[in-house]
């Protein structure tokens, strides 16, 4: 299994623009997680799915629209990129199987400079 | 030793010590704890979970402390290598949700 995989790994944007984060997860897992980590800072949780059709705000959604047509696909879109989403951004997957716990599987993460 | 500045907290160790990094966690009604490991440029990275009703994990090289009385968290590494060198976070959830919530996190800093 590839597991999670980003692309692309980094872009630049101007004040502005639009774009797409692609997010795929080969392991079938039914939720997935959009999160922006800031540097020096922890993860925030932009959106997430708990199956395909489904979809949810989390902590910081402002700026950001998810869809998630499939189980193995999540792509995060930004409208009017501003550098305040300078971040690097983190999709992650896992498994809902009725364990009380959740292990999230990350992807390697995508650089995003708005300038 | 462990420093809290504008930048993530820092702990440096030197090889072969054990490291013990700490966590205060914010829900006293949180039923899941887990710590991740993220390496330089790379995704996090899951390492070792536990359940508010234990007060102690082993792992391979590593044990995870639960306090619930003072919401404290510790993750332990025995004999550290410089391939521990990473930021470590640790993450609470409550068991229905399955959406964690992330702590600040810590760079350990492992020098030979």
């Known amino acids: 299994n590839a597991g999670v995989t980003q692309t692309p790994k980094f872009r630049i944007l101007k004040i502005g623009q639009s774009m797409t984060l692609q997010c795929t997860q080969d392991?079938?897992?039914?939720?997935m997680y959009w999160y922006r980590q800031d540097p020096g800072m922890g993860l925030k949780l932009i959106y997430y799915?708990?199956?395909?059709?489904?979809?949810d705000k989390g902590e910081v959604p402002n700026g950001y629209n998810v869809s998630r047509s499939t189980t193995e696909d999540f792509p995060l879109r930004l409208e009017l990129a501003a550098p305040s989403q300078t971040s690097v951004y983190f999709c992650?997957?896992?498994?809902?199987?009725?364990?009380?716990?959740?292990?999230?599987?990350f992807g390697p993460g995508t650089r995003l400079t708005v300038l | 030793g462990e420093s809290v500045g504008l930048h993530l907290p820092t702990l440096s160790v030197q090889e072969g010590d054990n490291s013990i990094i700490n966590c205060a966690y914010s829900?006293?009604?949180?039923?899941?704890f887990i710590w991740y490991k993220q390496e330089s440029g790379k995704g996090p990275q899951f390492i070792i979970d536990i359940r508010s009703n234990m007060d102690k994990r082993q792992g391979q090289r590593v044990t995870v402390l639960l306090n619930k009385t003072v919401k404290h968290l510790s993750l332990q590494i025995a004999a550290t290598q410089p391939g521990d060198s990473a930021v470590y976070f640790c993450?609470?959830?409550?068991?229905?949700?399955?959406?964690?919530?992330f702590g600040r996190g810590t760079s350990l800093i492992v020098h030979p």
């Open positions: 392991m079938n897992h039914n939720y």
């Open positions: 799915s708990v199956g395909a059709g489904i979809t």
């Open positions: 829900n006293s009604a949180s039923d899941y």
């Open positions: 993450a609470e959830g409550l068991g229905g949700s399955y959406i964690p919530t």
């Open positions: 992650a997957s896992s498994l809902r199987d009725g364990s009380s716990y959740n292990e999230q599987f």
